[in-house]
């Protein structure tokens, strides 16, 4: 027992040289994981430190401006801000090339992906809250056309992040895909066929006409029109379950992307009921400008169905005055669209509120507006 004892003792005499060695360690890591702990408490409060300064030290309309923009995007800047802080404390363990070099890796990834989340996040919102107002003010039409713009800037955004966070790993990014760029051009008369099922590959990822689990109805030249389940999305093909044989289809992919697709899940519409309430019971005229104003308002939005908008007057229950019922529906294929018409609707009850004030017509608008999911009859 007293031979290990003194062994022991042995081992842990260290040198001069060694001691300063573990007391920097533990001194750098020791700094590196506070800064992280301190981090991830600033970090939580980014969105409102950054508010609380820009109403001190900004116009009111400044301020304005950054909650409608930043608010729906809070977790996102807070999530930006804690990995940008936690990336400065990476300079407490510089030292240690081989374990701050795989650190890095990751957190500049997280840096860059957060970074294009939020500017992908920034631009939807602008587009939303300011791009469609500009528009219908300089008297253009607004359509879906503003979704295509923003898909453009999500993949310029993409490829600018990916381009940083090369450059942040000393990887010529332009050079590669110069060099690529040579070598391909050999590959795509070697492979012309396959590249053509991938370039339809690629076209149906980006555009999305449909994804795995939805109903389809396309016209093939071999199959003539074809109702099917679509099960996978393949690199070359996409694999199509029909529902009463319960056979697999198997179609190249280029085909699918230059077939005309019915896309049946899709087709939906969501019913939009609007209230207005009136201090007094409405007279004939009233009534009329009241429903003129309403589908003028309506009819001349984008994805609104312009049969569909109807108004109901009754009285109502508890308090004297008229209530109007306004319901109609409005047309999408995907969430996107349909937020991009609700963002819509919200101009034309500003619109319907500043008719009826001219008018003279006193009334009050129901808070919030109700959206009921309708199926489309097929």
Do not use: H
């Amino acid at each position: 027992m007293e031979i290990l004892l003194t062994n022991i003792k042995k081992w842990l005499l260290l040198d001069e040289e060694t001691r300063k060695f573990f007391i920097l360690l533990g001194v750098n890591f020791g700094l590196f994981f506070l800064f992280i702990i301190l981090s991830l408490l600033i970090g939580k409060y980014t969105a409102q430190i950054i508010s609380t300064i820009i109403r001190r030290f900004s116009p009111q309309q400044i301020a304005r401006i950054y909650e409608s923009l930043i608010t729906p995007l809070e977790k996102v800047l807070q999530v930006t801000g804690t990995l940008f802080l936690i990336s400065f404390c990476l300079n407490f363990i510089q030292i240690y090339a081989g374990f701050y070099q795989f650190l890095k890796f990751f957190i500049n990834l997280a840096v860059v992906i957060s970074l294009a989340t939020l500017a992908s996040g920034l631009f939807r919102q602008m587009l939303r809250i300011y791009g469609i107002d500009l528009l219908r003010k300089i008297g253009l039409e607004v359509d879906e056309l503003l979704l295509v713009f923003e898909t453009i800037a999500n993949t310029i955004i993409g490829f600018i992040s990916a381009l940083a966070f090369a450059q942040s790993q000393n990887i010529n990014l332009i050079g590669l895909l110069a060099g690529l760029g040579i070598g391909g051009i050999a590959v795509a008369f070697a492979a012309q066929n396959t590249l053509e099922q991938l370039l339809g590959t690629i076209v149906l990822y980006l555009d999305r006409p449909f994804v795995p689990g939805e109903y389809i109805r396309i016209n093939l030249s071999s199959q003539g029109i074809l109702f099917a389940r679509v099960e996978a999305i393949g690199l070359r093909s996409t694999k199509l379950r029909t529902p009463a044989k319960s056979t697999l289809v198997i179609v190249p992919n280029s085909m699918m992307a230059n077939a005309d697709v019915e896309n049946i899940t899709r087709g939906k519409k969501v019913m939009v009921l609007l209230y207005l309430d009136f201090p007094r019971s409405l007279d004939k005229s009233e009534q009329a400008l009241l429903e003129k104003v309403v589908k003028e308002s309506t009819g001349s939005l984008f994805g609104i169905d312009p049969d569909s908008t109807k108004i109901n007057l009754y009285p109502q229950e508890d308090q004297p005055g008229t209530r109007a019922r306004v319901s109609f529906f409005i047309l999408g294929s995907n969430e996107n669209s349909i937020d991009f018409r609700k963002r819509l609707l919200e101009l034309a009850n500003e619109g319907i509120s500043k008719k009826l004030i001219f008018y003279g017509i006193d009334f009050t608008m129901q808070e919030p507006t109700l959206y009921v999911d309708s199926p489309v009859t097929i």
